[in-house]
């Protein structure tokens, strides 16, 4: 029996789960976006309802991109910034340890990824002198109030991305058009993105939209689920390159 990442069609329990979490329910028909229309099954009272079918074979399309980005070896970035969905969009990325930017996209963070790396290390270097106890020695009590602040704001700013050495391979954002500024960053880095995206989106900005409710907890907690399992499959199947040996 083949995986679900191999098959173009969603079998009816993934169907049944993607229902179970509210992914249907889209946005009024005025928010609607012309790109979803192929997408829509119908309306209820005003509101869009998503034909969960299609959007199966979206996310069987994006979990064999998750899959083959891990097989590359290669990082999954993950972005949410709005309030409803942070706490999923986390959970999600470290239950895989993967990077992820939750609290606030900064400006530049792909584009001028050397200078930020450069923060990135300066929270590091802090971090590591907190624990050692070189900031008690070295520092007065208000000087240590100063960078005790200076570390609280480098925190919240990058400590999900704290450990990702290099551009990932693959973003998957939550709400592209709340994250937009992600969404440029990764498309002028050449990184492709996979958009939970909900019924008032431009699919076109997005190279591997997976339309649903972008907002319930539980429909973004079941697809980020199926995104991180595909992760980890894959993950299981990547082949380290052999060390470049080289005799005199």
């Not at 969905?85 to 584009?111: Q, Y």
């Not at 709340?178 to 900005?205: C, F, Q």
């Not at 939209?209 to 907890?217: G, K």
């Amino acid at each position: 029996m083949q995986s679900d990442t191999q098959n173009t069609t969603p079998s009816s329990s993934l169907i049944e789960k993607l229902f179970k979490a509210g992914a249907h329910f889209g946005f009024t028909r005025a928010r609607r976006h012309p790109t979803v229309t192929p997408f829509i099954f119908g309306n209820k009272q005003g509101t869009d309802i998503i034909d969960l079918e299609k959007t199966g074979e979206l996310l069987l399309k994006a979990k064999s991109v998750v899959s083959d980005t891990a097989k590359a070896g290669k990082a999954v970035l993950f972005v949410g910034t709005k309030e409803e969905v942070i706490t999923v969009v986390r959970d999600a990325a470290v239950k895989i340890e993967m990077p992820f930017v939750v609290n606030r996209w900064i400006g530049g963070m792909l584009t001028n990824w050397s200078e930020i790396r450069k923060r990135i290390n300066r929270l590091t270097d802090l971090l590591a002198q907190g624990a050692s106890g070189e900031l008690e020695r070295k520092y007065t009590k208000k000087e240590r109030v100063i960078i005790g602040r200076e570390i609280e704001k480098l925190t919240f700013n990058f400590a999900g991305i704290k450990d990702m050495e290099r551009i990932p391979g693959l973003m998957v954002i939550v709400d592209p058009r709340h994250d937009t500024i992600a969404l440029r960053e990764a498309r002028d880095m050449n990184i492709p993105v996979i958009g939970i995206v909900s019924s008032d989106t431009n699919l076109k900005e997005i190279q591997y939209p997976i339309v649903a409710n972008d907002t319930l907890q539980s429909s973004v907690r079941t697809i980020l689920e199926e995104l991180t399992d595909a992760y980890t499959k894959g993950k299981s199947e990547y082949v380290a390159p052999k060390a470049d040996v080289r005799t005199r």
